[in-house]
């Protein structure tokens, strides 16, 4: 059983930053893309933004410009880093790893809510 472990999450006024990190065990088969999901109140999961192993990235437009991910092979941690947040970012969001070979992994869940 691998564990992803997040961690990051909290409650944020509009405008604030966070950051999420998501951690898998030195013994998961090698990475290759890795990424952030979120489910909203009432809405479907949806990606927030992925990252290949080379370093590519991509985003939902919605976080376009506020939201950058990024990774550490040598930690198998990938980051969300959250820049001027709004309400309609709050959601659960979800770690999001897939090794090499096709398996596919996720974490258990970090809550961010962006409120005053």
């Known amino acids: 059983q691998v564990q992803l472990v997040e961690s990051g999450g909290g409650l944020v006024q509009p405008g604030g930053s966070l950051r999420l990190s998501c951690a898998a065990p030195?013994?998961?088969?090698?990475?290759?893309?890795m990424g952030w999901y979120r489910r909203a109140p009432g809405k479907e999961r949806e990606l927030a933004a992925s990252?290949?192993?080379?370093?590519?990235?991509d985003y939902a437009d919605s976080v376009k410009g506020r939201f950058t991910i990024s990774r550490d092979n040598a930690k198998n941690t990938v980051y969300l880093q959250m820049n001027s947040l709004k309400p309609e970012d709050t959601a659960v969001y979800y770690c999001?790893?897939?090794?090499?070979?096709?398996?596919?992994?996720w974490g258990q869940g970090t809550q961010v809510t962006v409120s005053s």
């Open positions: 030195g013994s998961i088969f090698r990475l290759s893309a």
């Open positions: 990252i290949s192993r080379g370093g590519n990235t």
């Open positions: 999001n790893v897939q090794t090499i070979i096709g398996h596919t992994y």
